[in-house]
């Protein structure tokens, strides 16, 4: 997935593309009528819109028809699930840079992240979160190596509603996700990950889950079809 290692202006349109698919009936987002929204954003939701299909599952974006300034001059773009993380841009600022806020706060931090590469991150993470093909395994340090041998990191640092060692990965046919386990589930007297692997089918899911079986919690997993999901995880 050279999209999503070497990110460029069209990354988000070709990973949509090699995630999902294309509608037959092509792009129907409606364009904002705001002059002041970036086209990163309008770009993004017509790429979305081009699949036919939901693209995001847990954190969302705000509809483009509804994009506009707030009071403080920030257009926020994209929510958490929970309305706890806000994560907006300044119109002002040729920069595109993203900033955060958690909702008890006023204060914008920066991220770190430039809009075409936010937007490209959230993409991925929530292909992971909403595939259909996925299964997530506690595995421990000396093990997480090999149980990610053919993948590489994605450059994109942890969102504000992330755990700080949060990492995005990618092979040629899947996406993981790793991140610190729930309180209770680490392997005794060793660091262990939380690890969720998804991808487009169940054929190519097969390979990584094999070697893994091991490491899946009980009551997790699933005859297949495979359709493991963290959220099938018993916590």
């Known amino acids: 997935m050279e999209e999503l290692l070497n990110p460029q202006s069209g990354s988000i349109r070709r990973f949509l593309k090699r995630w999902y698919g294309l509608a037959e009936s092509g792009e129907n987002a409606t364009s904002s009528g705001a002059q002041e929204i970036p086209h990163e954003i309008v770009d993004w939701h017509e790429a979305a819109a ?10 969302y974006p705000v509809e483009i028809t509804n994009l506009k300034r707030s009071d403080d001059g920030m257009i926020a773009f994209w929510i958490e699930n929970q309305n706890g993380y806000y994560w907006a841009i300044d119109p002002d600022r040729e920069e595109r840079e993203v900033f955060c806020r958690e909702d008890a706060s006023s204060s914008w931090r920066n991220t770190g992240e430039k809009l075409d590469h936010f937007l490209l991150h959230c993409t991925v993470r929530e292909a992971i979160i909403g595939a259909e093909s996925k299964f997530s395994a506690v595995v421990p340090t000396s093990a997480i190596r090999d149980a990610l041998a053919g993948f590489s990191n994605l450059p994109f640092r942890p969102l504000a509603n992330e755990n700080s060692s949060t990492r ?4 040629s ?10 309180v209770g589930y680490s392997h005794e007297g060793e660091q262990s990950w939380l690890l969720a692997i998804a991808a487009t089918s169940e054929s190519s899911l097969r390979k990584y889950r094999i070697s893994l079986e091991c490491y899946i919690p009980a009551g997790a997993g699933r005859p297949h079809p495979i359709e493991v999901s963290i959220e099938d995880l018993p916590f």
């Open 168 to 171: 995005l990965l990618c092979s």
């Open 50 to 59: 081009s699949t036919g299909v939901e693209v995001t599952f847990q954190d």
């Open 173 to 182: 046919d899947a996406l993981a996700r790793v991140t610190p386990p729930p």
